[in-house]
């Protein structure tokens, strides 16, 4: 019976397997949405680059002019007040009220608070690099979030018929309202500091400000950006300001994990629903929905832009490059457009800048469904499980910081392997059943050997188990129960922050691969984990003692399903080997824990009573469902028309 089980519960994978594929696939409107999509995006690359040959074309007008002023024989000619005024004329028909703010020299100063060391720089008003203090990278060195020498942050806007581009510009520094000679600060106890990066102009009423709010223990800045007095200033028709946000983000981690979804993530203003970039080439994709906010997410760590009132048009993009960088990782950018009022005399447009770890407790905390770009499963029943997972994974973290991950690892195998006894129970007792009934089996399969009989064969099958109590989906049915948590599982622990460089027993980190031999690469493979040596081992064993109890004599058809049992082991070992030791330790002790289970139960289930409680339902007449009586006349209609083909 548990080679049909088997067969069953193969069937019922598939099942599910095509119904998803087939949900999946999109509708007619759902193509016709993508092709608006793509139709839009085209129009913003055609407006792109009409925007970039203006560009160019004043960038080559304004260089040449200033070419001729540098030239030598000019220079030898002019005074050195009239040089300098002619420059300043050149700088000023360049960029207008703005040309002031163009001389300066750069300086950068570090705003530090309990989490956080953030450096910011004159030039261009915005953060130059930022360090988590709390973390370290895999080789120990401080954790960088972007590559400070290739970061881009840069605001366009049009002002008296020009682009103005803030990266080009020196913004004066005020803390808490004060002007900022530079140095370094600390933000103290339940204290915040508030930094003001201003883009001066030539009127002192009329500026641009960058006003970030730093608190003492916190991984969310506030980040408005306000336009003070420049009503006059702003194009009549330009509505909105371009935010172009680019970095080169650093490997931070030995290994990497083809799931944890490194890519742009963003969620849309009037929905719950976030979306990222295929996570496993370049793209790029244009978005013409509002959207609240975008992040640039690595396996345990992102930077996000949060917009209050909304992004609009926002095209992102996901590369990799070339790099001088050893330590590069990927390249994320994102184009956004921000609405501002133009009729208005000041503008105040609130954002949010988040620069910490994964950790879903502290991503949800902000309220803005930042924690759905933690990778916990993309269907709803693996999360909601995930869900409950990191409740129980939360409440025994203080065990994790007084003792050791491992034990947390170990008491929560123990918890999902409780929960899931009575299912482990019943699969076990319809084992039972089934080696109890082998010789009445045997004694079925000999009475009806032709092909043709099969379906008498499965008739008295069906018969026997009904009269057992047995019902053929007992075996198979608490085992794919299982699989949801099994899939949950795997999914968790690479995705969990809290396990990231924490050591137990040889592995020094269990949150990648516990790596005890090193070797020239050889399929795919340049080293072992003992983690998973370990759970293949225990794997195999387990199959070793479940392919005993079953029976595979009485359905040839069934035996290549024996050594396919022992290659699946082999095979996850290859996979196995580059994830999260964590992870391969949590499967080991639930195969160890079965072992135990097993031994409990062959204690409680007494095979001889089992027989003899077989046989008391033999004796009691047993009512047929009306799904039993629908197989039987299907399978006598079955039987006719095989007797039927027989005699043509």
């Known amino acids: 019976m548990n080679n049909k089980n088997t067969l069953i519960g193969f069937i019922l994978i598939a099942a599910i397997l095509f119904g998803w594929m087939y949900f999946m696939t999109p509708s007619k409107e759902q193509i016709a949405e993508q092709q608006r999509i793509q139709d839009s995006i085209r129009r913003v690359r055609m407006e792109e680059m009409a925007l970039d040959s203006l560009r160019a074309l004043e960038q080559a007008q304004q260089t040449a002019a200033l070419a001729q002023l540098n030239d030598s024989a000019a220079i030898a000619v002019m005074d050195s007040a009239t040089l300098a005024q002619q420059k300043a004329d050149v700088l000023r028909d360049k960029y207008g009220v703005f040309a002031g703010s163009t001389q300066g020299t750069e300086q950068t100063f570090t705003i530090e608070n309990k989490l956080q060391r953030l450096t910011f720089s004159n030039k261009g008003g915005f953060l130059k690099q930022v360090e988590l203090k709390d973390y370290k990278t895999y080789d120990s060195l401080p954790l960088i979030s972007f590559d400070p020498e290739t970061a881009l942050f ?18 004066q520094p005020f803390i808490n309202g004060q002007p900022f000679a530079g140095g370094d600060m600390t933000v103290g106890e339940n204290d915040s500091i508030v930094l003001t990066m201003r883009l001066a102009t030539d009127d002192a009423n009329k500026h641009l400000d960058f006003i970030y709010t730093i608190r003492d223990d916190n991984y969310m800045l506030d980040f408005t950006m306000v336009t003070a007095g420049m009503k006059d200033l702003l194009g009549a028709n330009a509505n909105y300001m371009t935010i172009d946000w680019a970095v080169d983000l650093m490997k931070q981690e030995k290994s990497t994990d083809r799931f944890a979804g490194e890519t742009v993530y963003y969620r ?43 992004f609009e048009n926002a095209h992102m993009a996901s590369q990799t490059r070339q790099s001088n960088n050893p330590r590069y990782f990927k390249t994320m950018s994102a184009n956004i457009e921000v609405p501002m009022n133009v009729n208005a005399e000041t503008n105040v447009i609130p954002m949010q800048l988040y620069f910490g770890p994964n950790h879903f407790k502290t991503l949800r905390s902000y309220g803005l469904g930042l924690q759905d770009q933690i990778n916990l499963g993309s269907f709803f029943l693996i999360r909601w499980i995930n869900y409950g997972v990191i409740k129980v994974f939360n409440w025994l973290q203080p065990l994790g910081e007084k003792w050791n991950y491992g034990i947390v690892i170990l008491i929560l195998t123990i918890l999902i392997k409780t929960l899931l006894f009575p299912l482990a129970f019943k699969s076990y007792k319809s084992s039972a059943i089934t080696r109890v009934l082998k010789p009445e089996m045997e ?12 379906m008498k064969k499965q008739q008295a099958v069906m018969n026997l188990q009904r009269q057992a109590g047995a019902s053929p989906a007992s075996g198979c049915l608490p085992a794919l129960l299982q699989f949801p948590i099994l899939i949950a599982i795997f999914r968790f622990f690479p995705a969990s922050i809290e396990l990231r460089q924490q050591p137990f027993l040889w592995a020094d980190d269990l949150s990648t691969y516990d790596s005890i031999i090193e070797f020239p690469k050889f399929l795919g493979m340049d080293h072992l984990s003992l983690f998973t040596l370990l759970m293949t081992i225990t794997t195999l064993i387990y ?106």
Not at 157 to 169: K, L
Not at 271 to 290: A, F, G, I, M, R
């Open 268 to 310: 849309a203003l009037s929905d719950n629903d976030v979306d990222h970039l295929n996570e496993n080439k370049d793209s790029d994709q244009t978005v013409t929905n509002k959207l609240k906010w975008i992040s640039f997410k690595q396996r345990f760590f992102c930077n996000v832009i949060v917009a209050k009132d909304g």
């Open 154 to 171: 840069d605001l366009a806007f049009f002002a008296n018929n020009r682009i103005v581009n803030t990266s080009q510009f020196y913004f």
């Open 443 to 454: 004694a079925i399969n000999a009475k009806y050997p032709k092909e043709e009989d099969a």
């Open 543 to 648: 199959t070793w003692v479940n392919n005993k109890q079953m029976d595979y004599s009485s359905n040839p058809q069934m035996k290549p399903m024996k050594w396919m049992m022992y290659l699946m082991p082999i095979m996850f070992f290859a996979i196995f080997n580059n994830y999260s030791s964590g992870l391969s330790y949590y499967y080991m002790l639930v195969n160890i824990i079965t072992f135990i289970q097993m031994f409990i139960f062959r204690k409680m289930i007494n095979e001889d009573k089992v027989r003899a409680t077989i046989e008391e339902n033999k004796k009691k007449p047993q009512k047929k469902s009306n799904f039993m009586k629908r197989l039987e006349e299907a399978q006598k209609q079955q039987a006719k028309m095989q007797q039927q083909q027989r005699k043509r």
